[in-house]
């Protein structure tokens, strides 16, 4: 895929020219060093997978070894204490945006419908206690600590549209409703909302998400 003079952003970024899938290898099968990171299943019957292009025919262990080459540096966590149906939408957007890792707080279990699949190529941790998500940031950027930034609407909290995200950070979302604990926003060495400007007092916490990995890309990409 071309890009523009002096731009690293793909001149069409989201075609997929095959929405829904394709057949059959057609003609010669891949063959020499190249021919590892196909599937044999797939290049006999057709990939209908949620993947772009790219990736058609291609082994899951050889996508995530492809994406691990250009995963970017922000991770993303999510408390889960009730289940909240918003998770899988958020690792979906994780995949599109090719987050390090994505880190469940709480419950082990949550729901992957909204992932649409995505989290099979995504590296998902668990941390069933707030504070052991906390130990885990002390040395996750190279032995040094990583910051946490909240996101949610609380008093005191500062602009996503002009704060600078650090190039190395975890994004700390909450759940619907009730948002961030009070133990997520203790540990958080900043908290940021997105601005709004109509009459309700938030937005959806998938789309709250999705904004702000944007906007790690807009500042770091």
């Given at each position: 895929?071309?890009?523009?003079?002096?731009?690293?952003?793909?001149?069409?970024?989201?075609?997929?020219?095959?929405?829904?899938?394709?057949?059959?290898?057609?003609?010669?099968?891949?063959?020499?060093?190249?021919?590892?990171?196909?599937?044999?299943?797939?290049?006999?019957?057709?990939?209908?997978?949620?993947?772009?292009?790219?990736?058609?025919?291609?082994?899951?262990?050889?996508?995530?070894?492809?994406?691990?080459?250009?995963?970017?540096?922000?991770?993303?966590?999510?408390?889960?204490?009730?289940?909240?149906?918003?998770?899988?939408?958020?690792?979906?957007?994780?995949?599109?945006?090719?987050?390090?890792?994505?880190?469940?707080?709480?419950?082990?279990?949550?729901?992957?419908?909204?992932?649409?699949?995505?989290?099979?190529?995504?590296?998902?941790l668990h941390?069933?206690?707030?504070?052991?998500?906390?130990?885990?940031?002390?040395?996750?950027?190279?032995?040094?600590?990583?910051?946490?930034?909240?996101?949610?609407?609380?008093?005191?909290?500062?602009?996503?549209?002009?704060?600078?995200?650090?190039?190395?950070?975890?994004?700390?979302?909450?759940?619907?409703?009730?948002?961030?604990?009070?133990?997520?926003?203790?540990?958080?060495?900043?908290?940021?909302?997105?601005?709004?400007?109509?009459?309700?007092?938030?937005?959806?916490?998938?789309?709250?998400?999705?904004?702000?990995m944007h906007?790690?890309?807009?500042?770091?990409?």
């Amino acid at each position: 895929m071309s890009t523009n003079s002096g731009d690293s952003f793909p001149d069409n970024p989201t075609v997929e020219l095959t929405t829904w899938g394709v057949g059959p290898w057609q003609g010669d099968l891949p063959s020499g060093s190249e021919s590892a990171k196909y599937d044999e299943e797939l290049l006999k019957h057709g990939d209908t997978r949620n993947v772009v292009d790219k990736y058609r025919y291609w082994s899951m262990e050889a996508i995530v070894a492809d994406l691990d080459s250009n995963r970017h540096n922000f991770h993303v966590a999510i408390e889960n204490w009730q289940h909240d149906l918003n998770i899988g939408s958020i690792v979906r957007t994780a995949n599109a945006f090719l987050a390090k890792q994505v880190h469940i707080i709480g419950n082990k279990r949550w729901n992957r419908r909204g992932a649409m699949v995505t989290d099979r190529y995504q590296h998902i941790l668990h941390h069933p206690t707030v504070e052991e998500f906390v130990e885990w940031s002390k040395t996750a950027n190279a032995g040094k600590e990583m910051p946490i930034i909240a996101i949610d609407n609380v008093p005191g909290c500062k602009q996503l549209e002009t704060y600078k995200l650090p190039e190395t950070c975890v994004l700390l979302f909450g759940q619907e409703g009730p948002g961030l604990s009070d133990a997520a926003i203790a540990a958080s060495r900043d908290v940021v909302e997105i601005t709004q400007y109509g009459s309700t007092r938030s937005i959806n916490a998938s789309a709250a998400a999705a904004i702000t990995m944007h906007q790690w890309i807009m500042q770091h990409s």
